[in-house]
């Protein structure tokens, strides 16, 4: 099945679900919504896939940078409610750090410490980082290159990734555009230790 369970959750976080909405799709079941022909289900169903797919390629493809090591921040602009899912979803990915995901309009912030997630909204992703900055009382100083490398390369490296065909089939420009991703293609697999081994 590729409807969930506990599709209401997803169903609420599209861009035009509505209340009256949510209280009917109440009271179908997961079967209804993955296989009733009713033309109601058909759009619920078409709803959830559009939010469930939305999730997918932003948890794959957004890209995080480190502010300092304990932030990491990066460009998000979906087109439904779920900044705060893929915010959580990073900040279970490396716990005790702070993630930081937004744009210029809103940005959604995730501590995953100590089994508990705690998660905030603020304005512009601009804003949310300096305030993080004062919070940290983060201080301006040289830094070993090398630590900085592994903060960002632990957010950035996954093997499964190295399928740049399939990449661009399954990636439409605009949602590059939505997590403002740069051409980033590690073409021969290389890593910071090959660059230097090589000397």
């Given at each position: 099945?590729?409807?969930?369970?506990?599709?209401?959750?997803?169903?609420?976080?599209?861009?035009?679900?509505?209340?009256?909405?949510?209280?009917?799709?109440?009271?179908?079941?997961?079967?209804?919504?993955?296989?009733?022909?009713d033309p109601e289900a058909v759009v619920i169903r078409k709803m959830?896939?559009?939010?469930?797919?939305?999730?997918?390629?932003?948890r794959a493809f957004v890209r995080l940078k480190p502010l300092d090591?304990?932030?990491?921040?990066?460009?998000?602009?979906?087109?439904?409610?779920?900044?705060?899912d893929i915010c959580r979803f990073f900040a279970r990915r490396s716990?005790?750090?702070?993630?930081?995901?937004?744009?210029?309009?809103?940005?959604?912030?995730?501590?995953?410490?100590?089994?508990?997630?705690?998660?905030?909204?603020?304005?512009?992703?601009?804003?949310?980082?300096?305030?993080?900055?004062?919070?940290?009382?983060?201080?301006?100083?040289?830094?070993?290159?090398?630590?900085?490398?592994?903060?960002?390369?632990?957010?950035?490296?996954?093997?499964?990734?190295?399928?740049?065909?399939?990449?661009?089939?399954?990636?439409?420009?605009?949602?590059?555009?939505?997590?403002?991703?740069?051409?980033?293609?590690?073409?021969?697999?290389?890593?910071?230790?090959?660059?230097?081994?090589?000397?």
């Amino acid at each position: 099945m590729r409807i969930p369970e506990n599709f209401l959750y997803y169903l609420s976080m599209h861009e035009s679900c509505t209340e009256p909405q949510l209280c009917r799709a109440e009271k179908l079941t997961t079967e209804d919504v993955e296989l009733s022909p009713d033309p109601e289900a058909v759009v619920i169903r078409k709803m959830v896939c559009s939010v469930l797919a939305e999730i997918y390629r932003m948890r794959a493809f957004v890209r995080l940078k480190p502010l300092d090591d304990r932030v990491l921040y990066g460009y998000l602009k979906p087109r439904h409610k779920t900044g705060g899912d893929i915010c959580r979803f990073f900040a279970r990915r490396s716990p005790f750090t702070i993630i930081v995901l937004g744009n210029s309009l809103e940005s959604w912030i995730s501590l995953c410490a100590g089994g508990r997630m705690l998660q905030g909204n603020s304005g512009s992703l601009e804003h949310a980082l300096e305030e993080i900055s004062c919070l940290l009382g983060r201080v301006e100083k040289d830094r070993d290159l090398e630590e900085v490398w592994k903060v960002y390369y632990s957010s950035q490296y996954s093997p499964e990734r190295r399928n740049i065909k399939a990449f661009h089939r399954r990636m439409p420009r605009d949602v590059l555009n939505r997590v403002d991703l740069e051409r980033e293609q590690n073409v021969n697999g290389l890593t910071l230790s090959d660059f230097f081994d090589s000397d």
